[in-house]
């Protein structure tokens, strides 16, 4: 295991992780399997990813014990609101085959672009993850694709706080706001698509960059979230580049080339999908 972050309740969250999305193709036990070889124990899912299922048979293959793993996975969409977020929970948990998470997120902040009764949602959604961490079926709550915005009507009136807020964040779509707003409340920041999915591996800038540090831009990337403080969730379906991706606390990048990283032109994925319309317009 990694070395860990220190949530805001203590609970010990560790410092990189394989993300599922996009590994259910009929083959993903194997190729969450092969991440498990490959000496991952911290695994992300949602019940969108539809890799509950794969991760809990490529568990139950490995032989690992259970508490070896740290496993976060998300409440979807159209599971949001008290009751129902309680029986998406449970229907993760079945998943999975196991009585606990380490983590679970509401995966985004509005269901649908233009959803006007958001807070409301939301507040009542938290109330449903409050309950099941104080019953102790969770370790530890939070959020994913969240907003400063999002978070601060949580806080109004939250008995438990976040303690995580999971997002896009890579070299070229680094969330400032967000980032710094987290970090100043003691929320820990994962990433989501750390290494831009692909879109980042054939810039200039950064192919030379990493060069001079003798390694990938996928590691170049993994290490620029790591140096931020942020927990990187890459994924890849190959041995090697799954090895290689945990290869990255053997060098470390300059500030110089920190702030080159974080100054990149900004493109993300989830700056053009239709939740972005909370990024780009705060919702009243
Ligand atoms: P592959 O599965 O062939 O390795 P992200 O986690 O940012 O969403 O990016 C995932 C994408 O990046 C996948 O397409 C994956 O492809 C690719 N990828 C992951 N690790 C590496 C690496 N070390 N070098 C090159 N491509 C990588």
Redesign the pocket.
Known sequence: MYDCYTLNNGVKNPCLGY?T?KAADGKSADIIQMAIEAGYRYFDTASFYGTEEYLAEAIRRSGVPREEFFITSKAWKTQMGYENVKEAFRQSLEALKTDYLDLYLIHWPLPEEGYSNWKQLDKETWRGLEELYEEGKVKAIGVSNFLPHHIENLLEDCRVRPAVDQIEF?PGYTQEMTVRYCQEKDILVQA???????AL?DNEMLQEMAGQYGV????LCIRYAIQRGIVP??????ME?MK??QDVFGFEITEEDMYRLGTMPQTGWSGLHPDAGSVRRPEK
């Open positions: 993300g999305y890579h989501w698509s750390p290494i831009g999915r692909r591996l990938s831009v996928a590691q969730l890459p994924k890849s379906s190959a580049r290689q991706n």
